[in-house]
């Protein structure tokens, strides 16, 4: 999940994950910036590098939602643990060397995280694993880590994880990336010059593109409001009247200028769409992801078949979207 910063990638990961628990598949959500608001949506405390479960699976055919962080370090202490190298873990810590070790080659950092999530792609316990990716310039980055690796590092362990990753994220059977944004001129033009960097530099698919924060239709706004008023059998104070008209002709101007929006992307980016509401809440929690989580699958439930691979740009149902 990729996005330009403050679009809600995080909240939509978020939602994206129960909607999948909620369909039987068991989720796990991988944050890498370490200052997600995730746990709060779930109304769990934070987590760190520790799985921790979200939402346990129920009766009724859910799953899990598992959450976790990584780091670059921690993935770096992992690895060498996984391969019997405890002692060299060990001594890059209190040497304080790790850092050094972490940094040794341009990239090295991005491909040590997405070298994990690769390898927590392939365990069977998993049917979806989302990664909540860095703000949007960093995202081209991040997921080209890989081929800059393989170009600059042609022989040894860093060569061949770079390549496994590689070849994970240019498969579009196994991951997609789903970019995030407002119906809004700034980040609707982030989001298309994104999406065709990551399709030309990365070589990655991309999944149906998620517009957030989409004011719903609301009926009456053309309405008198004394007219109204006194339909409903109800007065209004001095003034009142000409505040809530003032009111509903800046929803319909919003309102105006999010469907311009919206059709320009279309007409840019050829790739679905699916809408999740404006939610009028200061601090989500657990009720408005419910909202976005039945939104997120109405959305899904209303997109095209999936393309075929030879397709370009091609569109996959979400729930693949970083398996």
């Known amino acids: 999940m990729a996005g330009k910063g403050g679009v809600g990638k995080t909240t939509v990961t978020a939602a994206l994950a129960r909607t999948?628990?909620?369909?039987?598949?068991?989720?796990l959500v991988v944050e890498v910036e370490g200052k997600s608001g995730l746990a709060t949506?779930?109304?769990?405390?934070?987590?760190?590098?520790?799985?921790?479960?979200?939402?346990?699976?129920?009766?009724?055919?859910?799953?899990?939602?598992?959450?976790?962080?990584?780091?670059?370090?921690e993935a770096l202490l992992e690895y060498l643990g996984d391969h019997g190298l405890n002692r060299i873990s060990r001594r890059l810590v209190s040497s304080g060397a790790l850092d050094v070790v972490a940094t040794a080659v341009p990239g090295i950092r991005d491909i040590l995280v997405l070298g994990k999530v690769k390898s927590l792609s392939r365990e069977p316990r998993l049917d979806l694993v989302l990664l909540d990716a860095p703000a949007a310039g960093h995202a081209i980055t991040f997921l080209g880590s890989a081929r800059g690796l393989v170009d600059a590092v042609k022989v040894g362990p860093i060569n061949t994880q770079a390549q496994d990753v590689m070849d994970l994220l240019?498969?579009?059977?196994?991951?997609?990336?789903l970019l995030v944004t407002l119906p809004e001129e700034t980040p609707v033009n982030e989001l298309v010059e994104t999406a065709f960097n990551l399709e030309d530099q990365v070589g990655v698919s991309l999944g149906p593109v998620i517009v957030n924060g989409v004011y719903p239709e609301l009926a009456g706004m053309e309405a008198d409001p004394e007219a109204a008023a006194r339909a409903a059998g109800a007065s209004l104070r001095p003034g009142e009247a000409q505040h809530l008209a003032d009111a509903a002709a800046f929803r319909r101007e919003r309102t105006a200028l999010q469907t311009e929006q919206v059709r320009r992307l279309?007409?840019?980016?050829?790739?679905?769409?699916?809408?999740?509401?404006?939610?009028?809440?200061?601090?989500?929690?657990?009720?408005?992801?419910?909202?976005?989580?039945?939104?997120?699958?109405?959305?899904?439930?209303?997109?095209?078949e999936p393309a075929s691979p030879a397709g370009a740009p091609a569109a996959a149902a979400p729930e693949e979207a970083a398996r």
């Open 41 to 73: 949506l779930y109304g769990q405390p934070p987590f760190a590098y520790d799985e921790v479960v979200l939402s346990p699976g129920g009766p009724g055919g859910a799953a899990d939602v598992i959450a976790r962080t990584l780091t670059p370090d």
């Open 266 to 304: 279309a007409e840019d980016l050829p790739l679905p769409q699916i809408a999740l509401p404006f939610l009028f809440s200061a601090d989500l929690g657990p009720a408005d992801l419910a909202v976005l989580s039945d939104a997120m699958r109405a959305g899904i439930e209303a997109l095209p």
């Open 20 to 27: 999948a628990a909620l369909a039987g598949l068991t989720t």
């Open 170 to 177: 240019r498969d579009p059977e196994l991951c997609r990336v």
